[in-house]
């Protein structure tokens, strides 16, 4: 039969095997019951052949099982209490953190009032004064020294709230000011104006130089307004943001120092009596480094010229502010003030600087400002009605920090013993400046 598989057939078709009986051919499920068999009968032999090792092994995997379960059991019972200890330990944590952080925020809150109040002269508009190196010894006798007064000429005396000799370094100088800083870190307006004649040393005492030593005003007070939040402030709950700008009044207009000297307008703000500067840039600071970074940028920008009286003097007006955004993570409070570090222009007389041309229209620029500011603080001291902020653009930036009760605000005077004539000027202006009362400053919200 074709295409059968039956064994059978190879002897009808020519083959030479004669199958009487042939073998049935065994199916797969035979083969698969054969091997079975077999291999329990290798199992049983082996077995047969070495009872004791397995059965010792069973007994010893026993017990290894019961004591791994038994070692489990205790670890189980040992991690249940380290949990619970490391749960009251933590409700403990949070309890002496939560009394700590209160204590820390009633501690902050007295030192603040303490401190403000310190600071706060009763609104007086203070004045320190700064005397640069005499290079003729002779004007010594002029201009005398000491603790908190200086004599001259031997006849009229000044009464100051703090001198600074030529052998004071800035970091003295940053000692004295840095608690009037601190009151931006509590929510209040603080201005710090550096005033003086030309060449007296404004641009040193505010900017100083790229050097730890020789630093100046305005990087010292980041670096310690970054350092006060972090270490003291952050542990209570408060968040601060700073960013800052800079900005020059040159010949009566605006320029942006953090953005390629831009020329900016001014918008009064009736309803605060403050003065926006349109478009001016903010740069975040976040360290240190930023502000080197912003400061030898502002550098290239600002318009410096050598005159009769410095090789490198600043024909505008600066102002570097800093702008701080406080919240507190619980109580939501929030601050928004500014420091304000200003380094004005010099004084300078027309006749004794032999200015010309584009000299001579800067330096009239610089000197009927100058004269704007006396103005302003005059009306205020005299609580006259009318304040001519408006007549320049330097008091109408500034007006918001010499107005009533909305700054602190300090004036370093800076003084050249070797220039009598301007000593003498300076001094006198200082004297009206100390009888100026702006009135207690108000937080800042
Ligand atoms: N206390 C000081 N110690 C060392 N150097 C000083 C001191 N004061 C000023 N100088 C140096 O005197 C020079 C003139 O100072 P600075 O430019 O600060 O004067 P200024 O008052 O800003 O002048 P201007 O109004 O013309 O810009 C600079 O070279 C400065 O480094």
Redesign the pocket.
Known sequence: MQGSDDLSDIGKFGGNFEIENPVPRPSSNDVDLLNNKLHAMSLKSRMTLHPGADSMRIIQLENEVRQLREQHLNLKNDYSMVEEKFRKQEVLLHKLTERYRKELMERDEELRKVHNEMVDLKGQIRVAV?V??YEDEKNEDICVVGENDIKFDNKAEYHFEHI?N?R???EMVFGQVKELILSVLHGYNVCLI?Y????????????G?NNEN?AGVIPRSIQFLLEHSEQQLAAIGWKFNFSASYLEVYNEEVFDLLDQRKKCDLKLNGSTSSTNVIGLKKVQIKSIFDTETLMNLADSYRS?AS?G???????SHAIFQIHVDAIHSKTGQIAKCSLNLV??????RVKESGAQGERFAELTNINQSLSTLKRCIRAQMNNSSHIPFRESKLTLLLRTYLGKGSSKTMFIA?L?PNDVAETKRTLEFTKELRSTNLGRAQVQK
């Open positions: 700064r640069r190196k600074f030529a004071n370094d800035q550096a003086g004649p030309t060449g007296s040393g404004k641009t040193f005492t505010m900017r130089e020789l410096t005159t009286c410095n090789s490198q003097s600043s024909r380094d004005l222009a010099g004084s300078e800076h050249n």
